[in-house]
């Protein structure tokens, strides 16, 4: 474009990205009313190899992100303004220039104060320290969570957040463990292994702890691709065995995770875990049906409970409160948080009881507590007291 407006426009362009100081760059008004592409947004990233320009093309239904050196880059922000669009607005440090191409082929050009405060970074999907990193990680490899290149597959980058988030959740408790020497974890249900192997690369790899760690999961072919990961990884003291929460036959446990075990399960998983005196108990339930099938609401609570999707949450909240209480009355400081948001999974609860020797429970003032809310709801038992024997 030889325009004496539009080289003004790009000289700024090019100043702009190489002081960084630009901040965004927007064409918009379709040249051509029927394309499916509304928009094309540009912003300045660093990459491995350098600064590029990063564009989204914004269409109707979907959007479309490329990176591009620089010099290639604005080259197609030229074409683009000669053949798609009519506006290019670019917002930067000190001002904001708009140019506009009008309908007799004539180009206007206005500049405005600036109008984005927002700091300015060039990090491309910039994202707080992680405590699983993903380069030449094999796990998370033979897992799909990267590929062989070793970046985080699009589709799988909300899981690769939940790994993450899981980590930093359960960090604390694990760095003021009392026993560091030669600890025993068991992941009750352990699936696909990817939060298995997360827990143990953080613990062996990052806090250099002696752990020994077993997957129980009842699925074979998961046992036998999880063991077969975890040799590959060269994870020496995590193996997977096949078998149920209820009937695997542990020497001792000194972790027990059972993340979304489903409804009675939790409670057998947590059953062990303090049956076996282990110093942390981490449980991320999943259904609540045992509880939501014995209430039988009489008082003015019956409203509540009337309609179905209610009466399934307060039975979530009933279950999940009456295990957090019944881990406390076994000598257990006791969280419940949220272990990731429900846009990423609706399973979102976490339970974490950690033994402590500081402070001795009332037994019977907090079974009283669980006896009033049970009477309140009509509940007969909490499968939980049933495997405990209350």
Known sequence: MQNSQTKIFFDKLQSNIEIKELIKLTLTGKREKSSD??????????????????FIYRHNTKDITKNFEIFEGIQFIEKALEEEFLNAEMFSKNENLNLFILPNGKVKLKSTKPVL?????????????????????????????????WEIRREMSDKFKQINQYIELLAPNLKELTVTDNLHIV???SGKGYLTFALYDYLSNYLKINIQMTGVEYR???????????????FGSLNFVQGTIEKTDLDKIDILIALHACDTATDEAIYRGITSGAELIVCAPCCHKQIRKAMNVSNELINVTRFGILKERQAEIITDTIRAMILEAYGYKTNVFEFISLEHTPKNVMIVGKKTTTKVPNKIEIFNKISAIKQLYGIEKHYLETLLEL
């Open 117 to 149: 405060e927002a700091p300015l970074t060039y990090l491309h999907n910039k994202v707080k320290e992680r405590l699983i990193h993903p380069h030449e990680n094999i796990y998370l490899r033979e897992l799909g969570i990267t590929n062989v290149n």
């Open 187 to 189: 992941d009750m249900g």
């Open 220 to 234: 074979e072919e998961l046992v036998k691709t999880c063991n077969t990961i975890a040799e590959m990884a060269d």
């Open 37 to 54: 592409l509304k928009k094309l947004i540009i912003t300045a990233v660093e990459l491995k190899k350098g600064y590029c320009l990063n």
